[in-house]
């Protein structure tokens, strides 16, 4: 989808066997492994969302302008 292959690697080696607590009034709980979404307040998420995005984006447009052609 035109995303360099090393930004991809960098992002998912954070996000592999990322691990997590919940915090209560009671204590914190024990750890556990979180297999999807983002860790909360992370400054990548913006980052992450627009890269996505503008890889959706230049898809759609490839695909558009090649349909447009095919009409012509």
Request: charged share 10%; hydrophobic share 50%.
């Given at each position: 989808?035109?995303?360099?292959?090393?930004?991809?690697?960098?992002?998912?080696?954070?996000?592999?066997?990322?691990?997590?607590?919940?915090?209560?009034?009671?204590?914190?709980?024990?750890?556990?492994?979180?297999?999807?979404?983002?860790?909360?307040?992370?400054?990548?998420?913006?980052?992450?969302?627009?890269?996505?995005?503008?890889?959706?984006?230049?898809?759609?447009?490839?695909?558009?302008?090649?349909?447009?052609v095919l009409l012509l």
């Amino acid at each position: 989808m035109g995303v360099e292959e090393w930004l991809v690697s960098a992002v998912m080696s954070m996000y592999t066997c990322a691990k997590t607590v919940v915090r209560t009034v009671y204590g914190n709980s024990k750890g556990f492994e979180v297999k999807v979404g983002t860790h909360q307040g992370s400054a990548l998420c913006p980052l992450l969302f627009v890269t996505v995005m503008e890889a959706i984006s230049r898809a759609s447009l490839n695909m558009s302008m090649s349909i447009h052609v095919l009409l012509l």
